[in-house]
C-alpha cells in the first residue's frame, strides 16, 4: 500500500520525538473540551456542525483506521461499531452514520469516548515507539495529526454556534480582554505581472490538495495592506448594501432573501456587539470583520469598488512573510485589530481566514492519495471557494502560504473575513 | 382569578397527605431518569419529541407559573430566562422557545434543572402547608401533578425513540422477562343501541376535555373481546396491507408512500423482533400490537372487515370495569397478552392505548379552562383522533373511563394500539 | 356487479328525458368554458387545483369507464392512455397520473379533449336510448352527473385562483352588478335538544357519505339568523383577530404564521375590494364573507363568543326549509347580502358554503359504494372538516339538506363563509 | 450612457441589411414555435424551465426596453405591466414576477404575445432604420440578437422537457432520420505547455464575460480526439458507474443518491432508447453522450482514468478551427455521431456543449457592462460550470472559440456531453 501522492516526497516527521509530539497535538483537543459539559459535547446546532463528542471520537477513529488497525499486529478496534459512528464521508470504507444525525447519539457517552481516545492513544504510543521511523508511518501520523487540528478548530466553531443559539448565551471561556487598537488607513500593494510558482513546495508535510506546485501566470495586481474591519464592513451595510441586488452575485441575492442576513453572523441586532466565545462582547471597530459568506465579501468588494484576491496573488505575496499572527495559541479565540507596528501587508496568517475570488478546484496534475485517504480532500472540488491565512482558531503550525482551507460560499460559521484586492 | 371551568366541581385533593403526595409524584419522573447519562437527557430525536432534560424542566415551570407564582408571597423565580427556555405552547404567558429546537439547548445542563426541580419541590411544600386545603390550590395542584405524569408518558416515548435512532441500540433498563401468553379467540360483545351519557361525572380530578358530561345517542354494535395481536397484524402485513392502496383513507396512503411505513414502528425488518425500551425483544405473537399509527389502525380494521370504536362506544363499555392493568407501575414499559383469566373484555384499562375512529373535538357545551390553562387542551381539537385506555407507560391513577388522549393520525411513537368494532 | 350501497334505494333516474337531462348537465360545463382560452384551460396555479381542461377531460372519463366500458357493447375506449392521465384518484383502476403535474400536460390540447367530449356524449347517447332505464345505469348516470356538477363548481374555483395569481388580474366573465343590500341585525334562533334523524332519506339520489340515515341526540342550542358578512369580518381583523393566538386553533395559528393569512383570500391589501370572476369589486360590507379557512372561522366565531355549528345542528334547522339562494344558476357566481323580505334563517341555500365544527366522519352503519366508486367518497374521511349549504358556485339541484361537502381546515379558495352557533 | 464594455471596441453591425438581419434571427423564434399549440407554449415543467411563450416576450422586451424605450422617440410601450411579467432577472429595472411562477401566466395569451412581438419589430425597424448606423444602437441590437438566440435553445431545451414529462411523449416536429455512424478509436492529441492567450479579440461581437484577452500559463496535456460517445458511457453504466461513491465528487454523488440518477436524462429505463425533440428514437451508440450533468461528466471521465479539459485547453485547440459541425441550422436538433472524413479532433464545434473542469469566473480585469446590462453574465460567476462549442440547438453564428456558457454542475437539461483530457 503506497499512500502519500506520487509527485510528494515523504515529509519527515520527527521520529526522536515522536510520541511527545503526537500527544501534544492529541491533547489540545482534550484541553478545548475541559470547559464543556456532556451535553455541551453531545449537541449538533446545524447538519453542517458536529458534536464536539463526535470531532474527538472521529479523530481517533482517524488512527484507528488508518494506522492501527492495518500496521499494529493484533489490534483489535475499540468497538466495531464505531467503525460505522464515526466514519465522516469515506465511503470506500463502507457504511456511514448520517452526518445530519450525529446529534442523535448520546451514547456512546462522553465517558466512553474519553476511554476511546485513551486506548487509541495507548496503542498509538506502542506504534510509534516500534515503527514510528518508517515513512509511512510517520507520514500518515502526521496527516492524522494535521486532521486532528483541522477538527479543533471546527471543534471550536461548531461550539460557538451551538452557544449563539442558546437563548442564554454561554460562554465556552472566559477570554482575554480584548486590545484596543486604532484605525490603519487602507493602501494597495502592488503586485507586477510575472509566471509564477505556487503550491507546496519541500518535503515537510502538506496535503495533496497543494500540490503540486506548478506556474500560474499572474496579471499586474494590488493587495488591500489590511483586512476589512468591521467598521469598512458597517459603512457598507449603512450604505444600504445589504438590500442593494446589484452588489450581489446572483446566488448570493437569493442567500440574502432566503436567510434574511443583514449583518454578519453572531454580530447582535442593533451592531454595537457581537457574540465570542467568551461570550457577547462589544464590537470592536478596528478588528477585522468575521463571520462573513463569500457572497457578503464578495458584495462588499464589489461595494468597495475593488475585488477579492485570487488564491495565486495572495500566495505569492505571502509566500516570503513569517507565518505569525492571531492564532489558537495565543489563547485569544477572537480576532483582533491589526497593529501597526509590523509591516504591511499586516494579518496575512491568523486572526481570519481570507476570502478569496477562487473556486477550489484541483492544481494541474493534481492526484489525490491513493486509496481510502483520496477521499480525504479531492471529492470536495466544486461549488467551494478558497480561504487563506488561517484564524484565531488555527493551530500555528497548521497552516502554511500554500495552506488551502475551503467553504461553500453561503457559510459562514467559520472564521472567515477579507481583504480587498483591485486590477493594475 | 377562577381557574376551574364553570360546569366543573372543584376536585377533591388529599389535603393531610398533601406534600406527601405531590412529591411522591414528583419522584416518580426523576426516578424514570435514574439510568439515563446527561447526554440522554440533551437530545432531542424528532420535532414531536422533547429532551427528558426538558421535560422535567418544563413539568418544574408548570408548578413555578400556575402555583409559586400568583399564590407564594415574596416567590423568586429560579431563573427568569427559564419562563421563555420552559412554557411549552402556552402563547398567553409570552414567548417561548422554538419547540424544534428544545435539542439545542445544553444549558442549563442536568445538574441545573436538578437544582431547579428541587427549588420548586421545596417552594411547593411551604406553599402546600400553608394554604394546600384551599380549593383552587388543590386543584391547580392536581392539575399540575396530572400534568407530570403525562409529561412522565411522554419522556419514556421520548428516550425510546431516541435510543431507537442510535445503531447501539441502547437499552434504557432491563427489563422483566415477558410473561409468555396464548391466543384468545376474537369474539365480538354485542352491545345495544341506547342514550347514554358520557364524560366526567363526580367531583374527581379530570381534564376540561372530559366535560361536560353530556348524553349521546349510540347505535347497536359490538367491540371486540380482546386488542389486535402482532400475530393478527402479521396476517395483515403478509396479505398485503401494506400495498393495497383501498384499504387506506387516503391521507394514510400518502403517508404510507413518503414513510416508506411496511410495518409498526420499532419491529426489526425481519418482523421477529421489536426494539422496546429493555432493547431489542423478540416478537410476542399474542401480545398486542404496537406503535402503530391511526391510519395502520384504521386500514387494519378495513381489511378486517370491521372498523375502529367511537369513543362513546369505548368509554359506555369501560364505564363499569375496575381500572386495572399493565401500567407503569408494573414496571414491564410492554404491553403484554391478554390473560384469559380475567374476564372479557380484556385489557380495556393499560397496555396500549387504543385508537378510536373519533376525532378530538369538544364535547357539546364545552368550556376550557379560564385564563392561560384554557390553551391547555382545547387549542388542539383539530386534526388529531381520541385514543383511549392508557398503556404500559402511564401511571395508573392518572386514567379513568372518561381520559381522553389525542394523537394525529400520523403519529406513531406513542404505545397505541386498537380494538375492533363492528355495527350490529 | 352492484354498485349502489346496501342500505339505499336506487333513486328514480327520468327515464323519458333521460338524454336530454344528461346533455343539459355536460353543456353547463362546456359553457363555463366558454370565455377561456387554450391556455387559461391548460395551467395549474396550485397542487389542490387543477386545469380547467382536466376537469373536462375526467367528468367525461367518469362516464366513459363506469358506464361506456362495462355497459356499452363494442365500446372502444377514445384513446386507451386517457385512462391513466384523467383518473382522478382510483387506485382500484390503476396508476395515474400524478395530481400536482396535471399542469404540466399540453397535449391533448383543448380541442382534442373538446372531441373526447363529443365522442363520450354519444356514446351515453346510445347508451342511455338503449338502457336508460335499468336501474343501475340510471343510478350510474345520475352518479356520473352529480360528479359533473362537483367538477363544475372546482372549475370555476380553479380559474378564480388561477386568475389571481396573475399581476394582470384577468376576469373570467363581465359579471351582473351588485345588488345593493343593508346591515341585518344579527339574533339567534333557540332550538330545543332532541333525538332527531339526520342523513339522507327517500329514494332520490344522494351520495354514500350522506347515508344512512339515522338519529343523533342534539343538546339545546341556537343557529344565526344570517351569515357573518364582511363587515363583522373587518372587526375581527381591526379588533387583532389575526395576531391573537388565544383565538386561534394551535394547527390554525401554525397557518396563520406560515401562510402569512392577515385577510380573507382575495381581499386586496387595504381590504376595500376583492377578486371576483368577474375581476376585483368593491368590496360589499353585508355581503356574507366568502373564502375564508375553517381555521379562520373557527377563530372569527370563538372572538364573537360563540362557536361553529355542528353538521347534525346544520342539517335539522335547514330540513324542512325550500332550497333557494344564490346558486350558480343565478348567474351572479358571488356571494350577495341577505335580503330582510326573506324570512330567518337567511341564506341557509347558496351563496357561500358554511363551516361546520364537525369533522367529516363516516354516519354509524355507513357502507361506502361497492368496487371502485367505495374510492368516491369514503377514503378522505380523515383530517376534513364538513360544509353545508351550497354556494353561488353550485348548481341548485345539486344541493340539499344532507348534503356533505368537506375540505381541510387550511383550505380556502372554496367559496366558503360561516354562520355562528350558540349553546343553550 | 455608455453601454459597452471599457476594454471592449464596438462591434461592426452590418448597416445597409440591418433591418433584415434583425428580422432574420427574429423569424427563427417565430418559426421554432410553428408546430407547438397555445397550451404547449404556456406551460413550465420545472423552475429552470420557462415556457416559450414567455421566452418569445421576454426577448421581444429586451428590444422594448433596452432600445426603443430609451432610443425611439415617443414610444410608447406595449402594455407597461410587460415591464413586470417579463423582466428575467434585472433587479435594477424594478420588479419582477418569480421565475417559478411563469408557468401561471395564462394571459396575456400566445395571440396577444405575437401582437407583441408584432409591435416591437415593427418599431425596431423604424429605429433600425433611423439610427442603427450608431455604434452605440448597433451594439445593443447584436446584443439583443445574440441575446434572442440565447432563448432559441433555451426554448428548445425547455419545449424538449416539458414534452419528455408528458405520458403522451408528444414529439416538436418530424426529425430527418438519423445517419449511420461507426466507432472511431479514441486518441489523444498531445498539447505543448505554453504562455498562450485566451479571450475574445478583435472587434467582432462577443459577450462581456469573454473579455478581457488575456495570458493564461497552460500545463502539457492532451484532448480527446473526440466526444464521449453513448457506447462508452454505457459502459461505465455497465461497470457499475452510478454506485461507486468513489468515482464522484461528494455533491456529485448527494445528487445522485437524492436524484435517483442511474442513466442520463431522456433515456428509457433498458437504456437502448431516447426521447428526442422528434419523439422516442433508438440510441445511436457512436452519437455523442448528451444530457448528462457536469457531475455525471467528472465520474465519467475519472472512471475512465481521465479528467475533463479547462476552458483554456478547450479553446487554444479550438482557436484555429473553422467553426462548422451539427448546429440548429442543419435542423438534426439531435447530436449525430463523428465523421471520420473530418479532421480530428471531430466535433469541437456543435453537438453537444462540452463541460471543462473551469468554475464560471471573471476573466483577469473582467468589467461587466455599465448599467442594467451589467447584470446579464457576471452575477451568475459562483456555482457555475464553463461548457464550451455549442450544440445541435445554438445558432451557428451564435459561438466562437472564445464562446463560454455556463449552468449549474446538476443540471442537465441542456444539450450538453463531454470530451476527455489528460495531463501530459
Not at 457577547?280 to 462588499?300: G, I, K, N, T, W
Request: proline share 8%.
Amino acid at each position: 500500500m503506497n499512500i502519500a501522492p506520487r509527485t510528494q516526497p515523504m515529509p519527515v516527521f520527527d521520529c526522536t520525538q515522536r510520541v511527545l509530539r503526537y500527544q501534544q497535538v492529541r491533547d489540545v483537543t482534550t484541553g478545548l473540551c475541559h470547559s464543556l459539559t456532556p451535553e455541551d459535547m453531545a449537541l449538533q446546532s446545524m447538519p453542517d456542525a458536529s458534536p464536539a463528542k463526535w470531532h474527538s471520537a472521529h479523530s481517533s477513529w482517524f488512527f484507528e483506521h488508518f494506522l492501527l488497525a492495518p500496521y499494529l499486529k493484533d489490534y483489535r478496534p475499540f468497538d466495531p461499531q464505531f467503525n460505522y459512528l464515526f466514519n465522516s464521508y469515506y465511503y470506500t470504507v463502507g457504511g456511514m452514520h448520517p452526518r445530519s444525525e450525529r446529534g442523535l447519539l448520546s451514547r456512546p457517552d462522553v465517558a466512553e469516548v474519553a476511554h476511546y481516545r485513551a486506548h487509541v492513544d495507548e496503542h498509538m504510543h506502542k506504534l510509534l515507539d516500534a515503527r514510528g521511523r518508517e515513512p509511512e508511518l510517520a507520514y500518515l501520523t502526521t496527516l492524522g495529526l494535521n486532521h486532528e487540528q483541522q477538527h479543533q478548530e471546527l471543534l471550536l466553531m461548531d461550539i460557538k454556534h451551538l452557544f449563539a443559539r442558546n437563548p442564554l448565551q454561554p460562554r465556552w471561556r472566559a477570554l482575554p480582554a480584548p486590545v484596543s487598537t486604532s484605525a490603519l488607513p487602507l493602501k494597495f500593494i502592488p503586485c507586477p505581472e510575472g509566471l509564477l510558482p505556487i503550491g507546496h513546495a519541500g518535503s515537510d508535510f502538506a496535503f495533496d490538495n497543494e500540490t503540486p506546485r506548478h506556474r500560474v501566470f499572474i496579471q499586474a495586481h494590488a493587495l488591500a495592506n489590511r483586512l476589512t474591519t468591521n467598521n469598512d464592513y458597517l459603512e457598507f451595510i449603512r450604505a444600504g448594501g445589504y438590500s442593494a441586488p446589484a452588489l450581489w452575485l446572483s446566488d448570493g441575492w437569493a442567500s440574502v432573501q432566503r436567510e434574511g442576513w443583514n449583518r454578519p453572523l453572531y454580530w447582535n441586532q442593533d451592531m454595537t456587539a457581537e457574540f465570542t466565545l467568551g461570550g457577547e462582547r462589544e464590537l470592536d471597530s478596528h478588528a477585522p470583520v468575521c463571520h462573513v459568506s463569500y457572497y457578503e465579501a464578495d458584495a462588499f468588494a464589489r461595494w468597495a469598488g475593488a475585488r477579492l484576491p485570487t488564491e495565486a496573488e495572495w500566495e505569492t505575496l505571502a509566500a516570503d512573510r513569517a507565518i505569525e499572527g492571531n492564532f489558537m495559541e495565543q489563547g485569544r479565540f477572537h480576532p483582533l485589530g491589526a497593529s501597526a507596528v509590523a509591516e504591511p501587508p499586516y494579518q496575512m496568517y491568523g486572526d481570519v481566514w481570507e476570502w478569496t475570488m477562487s473556486p477550489y478546484t484541483p492544481y494541474p496534475g493534481f492526484k489525490p492519495l491513493a486509496g481510502t485517504l483520496g477521499e480525504y480532500n479531492g471529492k470536495f472540488m466544486a461549488n467551494q471557494m478558497v480561504l487563506r491565512g488561517g484564524s484565531c482558531a488555527t493551530p500555528r503550525e497548521h497552516v502554511r502560504a500554500s495552506y488551502r482551507n475551503f467553504f461553500y460560499p453561503q457559510q459562514r460559521w467559520q472564521f472567515s473575513g477579507l481583504r480587498l484586492a483591485q486590477d493594475a
